[in-house]
């Protein structure tokens, strides 16, 4: 099993709303990612979870809240966003430090109303 | 810091044409990782290619292959007999070495149109 399986694929959710998003993996990576990405952009950083632990915040608005539950699962709780937050939401993993290189999801569409 | 520089925003060709993304990258590292990803519009980021800065080897797998050059801080990517199926961005990234972190410095992407 080499995926990353990331739910939903579409969300629309409005400014007031409560959602999460969800990725799982069932290869062993020790190292879990959320990216954001915009229309014609690479992607950027928010997250890293190694070993189970948040490693890294990329001064991400406290909207956005990841958790860990454990070693497979990453999420990503949303609370009042704001429409510039629409953006393609990339879970990615590796085996252990980013030399590796990420398997990543196939992306949760996300567009705030 | 790291850099990665993808020059061409957006490649044209005809099918059958061969075409070449080109990748400059920056690092003071002596150990250092580059990759290739390729983005289709369905928005998966698919793996292609790994290499780090101690192999120069140039490598074909099919119809792709990676041109690395450390004397130009170059690793560019050449897809041989294009077809509409690699219509896709393109992304060129590098990581540190091991015990480096676990961040991936991306490129802004080649965007490759690939028509009949």
């Known amino acids: 099993d080499t995926e990353v399986t990331q739910t939903p694929k579409h969300l629309v959710m409005g400014m007031t709303n409560k959602k999460s998003l969800k990725c799982e993996q069932h290869m062993g990576h020790r190292a879990m990612y959320w990216y954001k990405q915009k229309a014609k952009k690479p992607p950027e950083l928010m997250f890293v979870y190694s070993y189970e632990k948040l490693s890294i915040n990329e001064s991400v608005p406290s909207r956005f809240s990841p958790e860990c539950p454990n070693s497979s699962l990453l999420n990503l709780h949303l609370h009042a966003l704001q429409p510039e937050d629409s953006a393609l939401y990339l879970c990615a993993s590796s085996q252990g430090t980013a030399y590796y290189g990420y398997t990543f999801g196939s992306g949760t569409r996300l567009t705030v109303v | 810091a790291q850099k990665v520089t993808q020059a061409q925003t957006e490649i044209s060709v005809v099918e059958k044409e061969d075409v070449t993304l080109d990748c400059v990258y920056e690092t003071r590292d002596t150990t250092y990782y580059l990759f290739w990803y390729k983005q289709p519009p369905s928005g998966e980021l698919v793996f292609l290619i790994r290499r780090n800065s101690f192999d120069e080897q140039n490598e074909i797998s099919g119809r792709y292959s990676w041109n690395f050059q450390k004397s130009t801080s170059s690793f560019n990517f050449t897809i041989t007999a294009s077809q509409v199926v690699d219509s896709a961005v393109y992304f060129c990234?590098?990581?540190?070495?091991?015990?480096?972190?676990?961040?991936?410095?991306f490129g802004t992407g080649t965007q490759l149109k690939v028509e009949l």
């Open positions: 990234a590098l990581s540190r070495g091991p015990g480096g972190g676990n961040k991936l410095t």
